[in-house]
């Protein structure tokens, strides 16, 4: 009977295993005794694990007290099926530690006292069962739930096999702006570069393209990307569908701003502007406000002008009611030092114009509003950041389509101050600001100053072409009397001299006595004092004594003959000395009153008589006038008063070192070089005359005009003076001035002794 029984009993268990060949299917249960402290935290006492063995398997873990066995414990498996679980206590010795089942949808697991170590439950330890259930079936991202409940509680969990992400590397050239990355994976791969919205959401740029990499061929790859943005990240997941994606991102601050600029776009819209970007607004922190924009190099920041904008994911959106929507109105982005200036308004959205006009010490602010509304100035100096505020604030109210003048009072215009406009009330955010312009402005004076200096010198001009034709006798004259000796019967040294006579006589006034000139011209008026009348000697003697009383000027102009004139003079004077046996000295013969003079020359004659020479001078009139004037002349130096004479020589004709040494102390004038100094000599002055309007000119236009006189008479006398070299003549000798002057020494008493030997030591 016995073994019947037990046939009976294999029979069914096999029946049962046929009837459900999934307990044989790779499944494996076990129940036995586990700590309290595992499953003590948790209010559901179940927990799910994945076999790292297979990624398929779910290991679930459920803990059973002692108490729950008698409330019916049931646990219920769903994943690609359902499959109920129920955990069995037995007290009795069993062959066989597996589950059973009593009917096909249940599975039941026995939980064997009798098998579990008695001293681990008697000391209290281990005090409830644990069930596993070693695998449970499942699919990526397919969810496991798992439930228990009792008489007294019911829980579940849910568990997820997540999606497998390939190992990969990666390294960022930001110079270039590319990924490099290489794939750990047998697999082939897809890998992109994208814009991270928040946790769970990337999108991809327009130019990110999706990359195949094929381990097969190549397992690395090279990703660029337009824009250094911290939001750029990078993707790499299995080829099948809706495989599991975990972006990468480098960059978690901005790198280049100019990216962010250059990735941005400003729309406009009737009462407010946004600003896009490709990454959140909230992580760039943007700052906007509103700058003025004069020309396109400079955009002015406006003080207090901050727009606050508001965030809309990739987008900031600003409200622009309360703006002033003039056209230079611009804004002015900021990110971590970097700004970005956009200029959304349109011209046909301000409803108030306004320039500015620069006067005298005022800015007159002209506005013109389409609405009744008040408006404001202030001046403000431009500087590099703002423009700083100045003085007090004016402000006038406008009527509906009127144009108001706001005058705006500068004290300097050396900082050149702008005027700042804005409307007040209702108040309006931005300000403009006009500048004058001030270039223009000095341009202005400047050409107003050219225009003045431009008539001064047309009067100038004018002036000096109305002195050209009326010569200088209405500037410049001589008022004392000249008396001109000529020393040379040479053509070209009367023709300078006559030209020298000329221009003192007609373009200074000066009054001019010349022995040639008279000898013609006062014998045709028959006054009876030409040369002919008088003779050489009386003649000068009469007119050097007239010019010494009217304090005048005598010039004897020397010559290179002059030098064999005054040998011969030296040489008559010491004999017709002797003859006269010292009676009177050569030195007296200009020195004292007319009458004197005659008598001297009355003893001139007697000598001429006794042939003195005179008969054989080569001219009647020159050389004897020279002669006399060179006697005049001795006397005047003996005496002392010799400042009336002064000698004249021509360039060209003459040098000074001809003169002899014993006229060394008589001024000397080089002509035409030394014209201006000549005529200071003769006391050329201005004309004081108080009807002429250039009387309060300076006194440099005098010396200017000296200076074109010594011009236009090098011109005149260009022309006359010969072009050769001149020609040396015999110089009057020490020797014979030496050996005259001893024979005067033996005469005369011991004063005229000591004075000649005074002058004789001075001629050496």
């Known amino acids: 009977m016995q073994t019947l029984g037990r046939v009976l009993w294999l029979g069914i268990v096999a029946m049962l295993v046929l009837a459900c060949p999934r307990l044989l299917d790779g499944k494996s249960f076990s129940c036995q005794r586990a700590a309290q402290n595992e499953y003590s935290k948790d209010p559901c006492p179940v927990k799910t694990t994945r076999r790292d063995s297979d990624t ?26 359902k499959e109920i679980i129920r955990p069995v206590l037995k007290y009795k010795r069993t062959r066989k530690n597996w589950h059973v089942k009593k009917n096909p949808d249940e599975i ?213 009611s309360s703006v002033d929507k003039h056209p230079q109105m611009c804004v002015k982005f900021s990110l971590q030092g970097s700004h970005n200036i956009s200029c959304p308004f349109q011209a046909n959205m301000s409803s108030w114009q306004a320039h500015v006009e620069p006067q005298q010490y005022i800015l007159s602010v002209c506005v013109t509003s389409t609405v009744p509304v008040t408006f404001s100035a202030q001046l403000c100096i431009l500087k590099e950041k703002e423009c700083a505020p100045r003085g007090r604030i004016f402000s006038e109210k406008a009527e509906a389509t009127w144009e108001i003048k706001i005058r705006v009072h500068l004290h300097s215009i050396a900082e050149r101050p702008c005027v700042q406009v804005w409307q007040s009330d209702p108040a309006l955010n931005g300000k403009r600001i006009m500048c004058p312009d001030y270039d223009r402005i000095r341009w202005g004076a400047q050409a107003v100053a050219i225009l003045i200096l431009l008539g001064v010198v047309a009067i100038l001009g004018l002036f000096i072409h109305s002195l050209t034709k009326r010569g200088a006798a209405d500037w410049l004259y001589i008022q004392k009397p000249v008396l001109l000796v000529c020393s040379s019967e040479q053509s070209a040294h009367i023709s300078a001299a006559c030209a020298l006579a000329s221009l003192l006589q007609g373009d200074l006034s000066a009054t001019v006595h010349m022995a040639l000139s008279a000898q013609s011209s006062q014998r045709q008026a028959g006054t009876g004092t030409a040369v002919a009348d008088l003779g050489p000697l009386p003649w000068l003697y009469g007119q050097w004594e007239a010019v010494r009383e009217a304090q005048g000027k005598v010039l004897i102009i020397w010559s290179p003959e002059a030098e ?33 003079k005659l008598n001297k020359e009355d003893r001139l004659r007697t000598c001429k008589d006794k042939d003195c020479g005179m008969q054989d001078s080569p001219s009647a009139v020159i050389e004897p006038v020279f002669t006399a004037a060179l006697s005049c002349l001795e006397g005047a130096l003996h005496e002392r008063k010799g400042q009336e004479v002064a000698f004249v020589y021509f360039q060209r004709l003459c040098h000074s070192r001809d003169f002899p040494k014993i006229f060394r102390d008589v001024p000397r004038y080089c002509i035409p070089q030394d014209f201006s100094g000549l005529i200071r000599e003769l006391g050329g002055m201005r004309r004081s005359s108080t009807t002429s309007w250039w009387h309060c000119w300076p006194r440099l236009v005098s010396k200017g005009m000296s200076v074109w006189l010594v011009r236009q008479l090098t011109d005149k006398l260009q022309t006359l003076l010969p072009q050769t070299h001149r020609t040396k003549g015999p110089k009057c000798r020490v020797t014979s001035f030496r050996r005259m002057m001893s024979v005067q020494n033996t005469q005369g008493t011991k004063q005229e002794d000591e004075a000649l030997s005074q002058r004789t030591v001075e001629m050496l």
Not at 57 to 80: A, N
């Open 56 to 81: 398929k398997c779910v290991t679930v873990h459920v803990g059973v007290e002692d108490d729950d066995f008698r409330q019916g414990p049931t646990i219920e498996v769903r994943s690609l099926g």
């Open 108 to 320: 039941r697991v026995w939980c064997n006292e009798v098998t579990q170590n008695s001293q681990t439950h008697s000391n209290g330890s281990l005090t409830l069962w644990e069930l596993v259930y070693d695998c449970v079936k499942a699919e990526v991202q397919h969810p496991v739930t798992v439930s228990y409940s009792t008489t007294s509680m019911s829980c579940s969990i849910n568990y997820t096999i997540p999606d497998p992400i390939p190992i990969f590397h990666w390294s960022v050239d930001n110079a270039s702006k590319s990924f490099n990355l290489t794939v750990q994976s047998e697999d082939k791969v897809h890998a992109r570069w994208c814009y991270k919205q928040n946790a769970h959401y990337c999108i991809q740029g327009s130019h990110s393209n999706l990359t195949i990499i094929d381990p097969a061929q190549s397992n690395s790859a090279l990703l660029r990307f337009p824009y250094l943005l911290p939001c750029v990240c990078v993707q790499v997941y299995y080829t099948f569908t809706d495989a599991r994606r975990k972006p990468v991102c480098p960059f978690h601050t901005v790198a280049d701003a100019q990216d962010v600029w250059l990735s941005s776009e400003v729309q406009l819209f009737e009462s407010s502007f946004t600003w896009t970007s490709l990454c959140p607004a909230g992580d760039l922190k943007i700052f906007a406000s509103l700058c003025w924009r004069p020309h396109k190099q400079l955009c002015i920041p406006l003080l207090n002008s901050t727009l606050a904008g508001e965030e809309d994911g990739r987008i900031l959106i600003f409200n622009t």
């Open 564 to 596: 064999r004139t005054c040998q011969k003079w030296w040489e008559r004077t010491r004999h017709c000395k002797d003859d006269e046996n010292s009676e009177n000295k050569m030195e007296d013969d200009c020195g004292h009153d007319a009458r004197r």
